[in-house]
């Protein structure tokens, strides 16, 4: 149910950012690469009183120069719950997470 609910703030995304045609992928595709035997990206979620209000996707990189990496694909927090903290909290939970890997550098695009 949870990843379910992550697919629909995904879609969220993609109309806030004004791309109706949405993601590439089908949902199916996100489960598998997000919560399948091998994981191609993480996320971090941001719940009040249990409703997903907002959420994090993240990926490890390798730079030649740098060495680790975490690379921040998205980030999105419902327009209701936006300027209380939760997209910061978001952000600083992948900075960890990358911290916690032995990562030098955060990307964000």
Not at 8 to 21: F, G, I, N, R, W
Not at 73 to 100: C, F, M, N
């Amino acid at each position: 149910e949870r990843e379910r609910r992550r697919i629909v703030h995904k879609l969220e995304l993609a109309d806030y950012e004004k791309t109706p045609d949405g993601p590439k992928i089908s949902a199916d595709t996100l489960i598998q690469d997000g919560f399948g035997e091998k994981q191609f990206f993480h996320t971090f979620v941001a719940e009040i009183d249990s409703k997903l209000v907002g959420f994090s996707l993240y990926f490890y990189a390798y730079s030649t120069w740098e060495g680790r990496a975490v690379y921040m694909e998205d980030i999105y927090v419902q327009p209701d719950y936006r300027g209380k903290g939760i997209g910061t909290k978001l952000w600083k939970s992948v900075v960890g997470a990358g911290l916690a890997q032995g990562c030098t550098r955060c990307n964000f695009q």
